[in-house]
């Protein structure tokens, strides 16, 4: 039976998303370099960072970005094994498996030859590489972003940024209430996890699990109108007005400063 | 099906994020006319719905295993347009939060998987149900029929896009500069996995969920109705027929005589064999309209007319298939009232 | 347009409520709430306590009959926008029963200031008035957490700030004290009774009597047939087993005493001394 198996399953997928939100919400008050940064200034020098992963076409500049990244981490107060943990599971071990045939049939130049038949080309490395490489860096940035910078923030940010404040609502919103269908849906599981005794069949398990959507579909429909009455009686009248408190410090111009400069270093070298 | 950083080119990105833009433009206006003041209390609610449904690890007769994406019944459930929004919205939490799926790369996931996957699936639903019953056995087929096609669709168009990367970034001696595999390898790559594992988990999840929300709430499904009644279905075949004529050149694409640096041939050097339904994909293809393009036209002309044939074609059947199943209901219903009057 | 009435805040004349068409959750529901009464709603679960509440947060609107609130009736229309709206939804604060719906935003810091932020109060005010609140309720050191990341006693607590934030006049809780430990119940009490005085008025749902003795100068019994079945003075009803046996507000328990086996109604669990 698959059963006792597919529930386990499902519970450590819920817990672990369960902590991974608690660990991200500490680390983001951690007194560390980048969570002293703007939100705004965060986003915008981080994601031109990865924009730049994605231009750069030899490996000294992707392993130099890495090293920065790296670096940030340590600055940042972000536990190292956390980081790698979340780093190099399956995203890069997912991309080494793409990467692997890649070496191979990329034509091109014989690198080397493994048992006189399989040959790997110099291409075939360098094309697996960058693509390693490339996600490893993008990761690293992102992580350093989500590490250091609370949800609110960042919506702050992304409402600077223009983007339509009903997203930024709806986007908030969710997060919020992600965690709470995640513990509904964690119980729901564990209570049926305690009533198992030898498990239940494929057909059995498949059957509980539409019940269980729609129980947790019709749960976050009620929510939705209960939570509209809850704002409404606040005051809410279709568009939520927000406190907007960023304000940019010295240390955020340091740092702005410092990126801009890297990145245009960066970029100059690859149009060199 | 989510692509991480990386694999796509920046060019590419910031392509399919432009190609997304006017999707969620009408997305939010749409939503916003129809929910007004509740839209964002109800997408947020539904977004985190979906969100815990993507997480769901659905097991599959005989022993695998595999998550949704729940694309298709977001759509029928709230309308196409609310369904771009609020799985936009999931892609969006899992990239920046969850690290699933990249941020430069989120325009193509959201186009792959918040506009193809329920514009495609909701299309089709439409066309098998019909005007049928909201609690019909057609219509749980067009759930389950619309979310495997729907799904189909999306994972042929991130194929196309991980597809060209080789053909059109390559340094100078031919080394692949993004994902590496040409039209040839990503498109049966991708196509293969959701035919046979991620459709199956789709229509599996949309099915049962449908199945349980006819049986005990199906005012949540006939809330379509109210958005039938706008008369802007129009609006969601043309995106429909916008997306399938995006996706039925595809099978030009894959057999190697327009693109493809990688022939068939070479990767059967390579690998000692072509994937199957590389092979069987390119000769189905090319059976109705040989190499796609129609004698004494231009090329351009020819794959426009063969989209209009493949679009036609699809619908047809997909109607046939409608018409045949309410058909059978009919005349079970007639069997079954029979019997009551005769016992 | 809102007359300052002071002394008569509710007036509700026949109000019936039904669900989704045809399922009745209040009937013929008269009373006048007048400033400075502290109102205890006290009836079985699905009596509709919750729905009562929430027609008189201007949330829900009654089948039929007429609700006046400081002398404007009030309807879909006249809540939707505009000064008036806003008016009523500064005066009026409901705390939901359940926290996850009243808390929906990022942090607690934001759930505070949403209120008076929504009804276009100036950027520093809403700011000393949060800080204030969070104080009073001793609670600063959550500013900066999401609310999910709460227990359940400190959800609470946010709840209430949420809606005290606004200044209201009228208060409506639902259910405020299920879940709490003795110790928050104490000091939830001990706040509403610093808190009222003889311009306001608080109306709370509540299953826990001893709650109603403490707090409320009057009590609204709602039936199972969705009726008022009694409204006045606390002491009158809540020595009167057999009125609370009738209405499900306490149940008949038994007790072995020695070899001797006898049935009391059952009030509260601290008061049998065995």
Request: aromatic share 8%; hydrophobic share 50%; with cysteine.
């Amino acid at each position: 039976m698959t059963g006792g198996g597919f529930l386990a399953r499902n519970i450590a997928g819920f817990t672990q998303a369960l902590e991974s939100v608690v660990v991200t919400e500490d680390l983001c008050h951690a007194p560390g370099l980048m969570q002293g940064l703007d939100p705004r200034i965060k986003v915008v020098t981080l994601m031109l960072f990865i924009i730049l992963v994605g231009l750069a076409q030899d490996f000294t500049l992707l392993i130099a970005i890495f090293i920065l990244a790296l670096l940030l981490v340590l600055l940042s107060k972000i536990p190292i094994a956390l980081y790698l943990k979340r780093l190099l599971i399956f995203i890069p071990i997912f991309t080494a498996v793409i990467a692997i045939p890649a070496l191979f049939i990329t034509p091109g130049t014989p690198l080397l030859s493994i048992a006189g038949k399989a040959v790997i080309t110099a291409q075939g490395a360098h094309t697996a590489g960058l693509l390693i490489m490339r996600v490893v860096d993008s990761l690293s940035l992102g992580l350093l972003l989500v590490f250091t910078t609370p949800w609110t923030k960042l919506l702050q940010a992304l409402r600077w940024l223009r983007l339509p404040s009903l997203v930024v609502d709806i986007l908030g919103m969710t997060y919020r209430y992600i965690y709470l269908l995640l513990h509904t849906a964690n119980s729901m599981f564990l209570a049926r996890q305690s009533r198992t005794i030898g498990g239940f069949s494929g057909t059995e398990n498949r059957r509980w699990l539409g019940r269980a959507l729609v129980t947790t579909m019709v749960k976050s429909q009620y929510l939705s109108e209960e939570v509209y009455l809850a704002m409404l009686s606040r005051g809410y009248q279709g568009e939520i007005h927000t406190l907007n408190e960023l304000t940019l410090r010295r240390r955020d111009f340091i740092w702005m400063a410092f990126a801009l400069a890297a990145i245009s270093l960066m970029v100059w070298s690859i149009y060199l | 099906m989510h692509i991480p950083d990386g694999y796509l080119s920046p060019a590419t990105c910031g392509a399919m994020y432009v190609v997304s833009a006017p999707f969620w433009y009408v997305a939010v206006q749409r939503v916003r006319k129809v929910l007004t003041h509740r839209t964002v209390p109800a997408m947020a609610l539904f977004s985190a719905f979906i969100f815990i449904l993507m997480m769901f690890n659905v097991p599959l007769p005989g022993g695998t295993t595999g998550h949704a994406v729940g694309g298709t019944l977001v759509a029928i459930v709230l309308g196409p347009w609310a369904a771009v929004l609020s799985i936009s919205v999931v892609l969006a939490i899992q990239a920046v939060l969850f690290g699933d799926g990249g941020l430069t790369s989120l325009g193509a996931n959201c186009f792959n998987m918040a506009v193809v996957l329920p514009v495609v699936g909701y299309f089709i639903y439409r066309v098998i149900s019909g005007n049928s019953d909201v609690n019909s056995t057609r219509r749980l087929v067009g759930a389950i029929v619309g979310s495997y096609l729907g799904i189909i669709a999306a994972s042929l168009v991130t194929g196309l896009e991980l597809g060209i990367q080789p053909l059109l970034f390559h340094t100078a001696d031919g080394t692949p500069l993004y994902a590496p595999y040409g039209l040839n390898v990503a498109i049966p790559a991708m196509t293969i996995g959701h035919l046979v594992i991620a459709g199956p988990v789709e229509a599996i999840v949309t099915g049962l969920v449908f199945f349980y929300l006819q049986k005990s709430h199906s005012a949540l499904l006939s809330r379509e109705a109210s958005q039938k009644s706008e008369g802007k279905l129009w609006f969601v075949w043309a995106g429909a027929l916008v997306v399938l004529a995006f996706a039925t050149p595809l099978g030009l694409l894959a057999s190697d005589t327009a693109w493809g640096e990688w022939g068939a041939v070479e990767l059967k050097k390579a690998l000692g064999y072509i994937p199957q339904g590389m092979t069987a994909l390119s000769n189905l293809w090319h059976a109705p309209l040989p190499d796609y393009s129609v004698q004494g036209m231009g090329d351009v002309v020819g794959y426009i007319i063969s989209a209009l044939v493949g679009i036609a074609v699809i619908g047809f059947l997909l109607w046939l298939l409608g018409r045949w199943i309410s058909r059978k209901n009919e005349i079970k219903k007639n069997r079954s009232s029979m019997g009551g009057s005769a016992g | 347009m809102i007359s300052l009435d002071n002394t008569l805040i509710y007036k509700a004349k026949d109000l019936y409520y039904d669900y989704l068409g045809n399922i009745p959750a209040l009937r013929n529901i008269c009373f006048n709430i007048g400033a400075g009464e502290l109102v205890a709603l006290v009836g079985a679960n699905g009596s509709g306590k919750s729905t009562l509440l929430k027609i008189l947060d201007g949330l829900l609107f009654p089948t039929s009959g007429e609700l006046m609130a400081f002398g404007t009736r009030l309807s879909e229309k006249i809540l939707e926008t505009g000064n008036l709206a806003a008016e009523f939804r500064r005066r009026v604060g409901l705390v939901f029963q359940d926290p996850d719906v009243q808390l929906f935003s990022p942090t607690v810091w934001d759930e505070v200031t949403f209120g008076p932020l929504q009804l276009g109060i100036s950027k520093d005010e809403v700011i000393s008035r949060a800080n204030e609140t969070l104080e009073v309720l001793n609670i600063s050191s959550l500013r900066e957490r999401p609310p999910y990341l709460l227990s359940g006693g400190e959800k609470k607590k946010v709840s209430l700030a949420s809606v005290l934030s606004l200044r209201p006049q009228v208060l409506l809780l639902d259910e405020p004290t299920t879940g709490l430990d003795p110790w928050s119940q104490g000091n939830l009490i001990d706040f509403l009774l610093q808190w009222a005085d003889k311009g306001k008025a608080l109306v709370f749902s509540t299953q826990d009597l001893d709650v109603v003795e403490e707090v409320a100068t009057r009590i609204i019994v709602i039936g199972a047939s969705h009726d008022i079945v009694a409204d006045g003075m606390p002491e009158e009803f809540l020595s009167d087993s057999d009125f609370l046996l009738r209405n499900n507000l306490i149940h008949e328990h038994s007790h072995r005493h020695k070899e001797l086996v006898h049935r009391h109604p059952h009030l509260h669990e601290h008061m049998h001394e065995h």
